[in-house]
Every structure is written in C-alpha cells, then in structure tokens.
C-alpha cells in the first residue's frame, strides 16, 4: 500500500505559480511511477505529468508542455508539480497517484493508489 498527500494549493491570478508537493508513505516510493492527474468540474480526470523512478523521464499533457515541471526526491518520498504561466483553464483538483507499472503511463486506469486531491483555482 502506498499513502499519498497532496498540499500546496490554492487560489492565484492568472500568470501566477503554484507548487504542489506530495508525500508519499507505506510501500517503498522508489518502487512505484508517480503521476499528477487533474479534474474540472463537469469533466473526465485528465492526466497532466509522470516521472520515471529515476527522474531522468518525465511525460507530460499537451495542455501544460513549457509551463508545468514534474520533480521527485525519493530520499523524502515526494514528488512535486510546479505550475508556472497558470490560466484559469488549469482550475481544478490535482490529485496525485502512484503505479506499479515500469513504464511511463497515462491512463487513470493504471494507476493504483490516489491521494485525496488539492484545489486549484486560478482567476482571470
């Protein structure tokens, strides 16, 4: 089992950043590839970033390339999503969850474990 809990949201301008840190704990956090998904009201979980166990490989959503930067630091079980250039379009809940797949996957589907979700609101 891996535990999972998202911080660092909250409300900002258009423009602005934010940086959402999520601390991981139970199963080794090395083992599992951690992925930040997000979800508008009204709308379908999206995937936004994933990150391989080394860092050396990141995936991200068309929608965020250039703006938003995947990171972890397993020596303290973390990873985290800086958000830069935010638009209002970005509001939503981010959730942070963990797979046990070796590669770099997209699909809600496949990850196993989730966190409780942040809230992102971003004004225009």
């Known amino acids: 089992q891996v535990q999972l809990v998202e911080s660092g949201g909250g409300l900002v301008q258009a423009g602005g950043s934010l940086r959402l840190s999520c601390a991981a704990s139970?199963?080794?956090?090395?083992?599992?590839?951690p992925g930040w998904f997000r979800q508008a009201p009204g709308k379908e979980r999206e995937f936004v970033a994933t990150i391989s166990w080394s860092g050396g490989t990141t995936r991200y959503a068309d929608s965020v390339k250039g703006r938003f930067t995947i990171s972890r630091d397993n020596a303290k079980n973390t990873v985290y999503l800086q958000m830069n250039s935010l638009k209002p379009e970005d509001t939503a809940v981010y959730y942070c969850a963990a797979s046990s797949m070796r590669e770099l996957v997209v699909a809600t589907t496949l990850y196993n474990y989730w966190g409780q979700g942040t809230q992102v609101t971003v004004s225009s």
């Open positions: 139970g199963r080794t956090f090395s083992s599992v590839v």
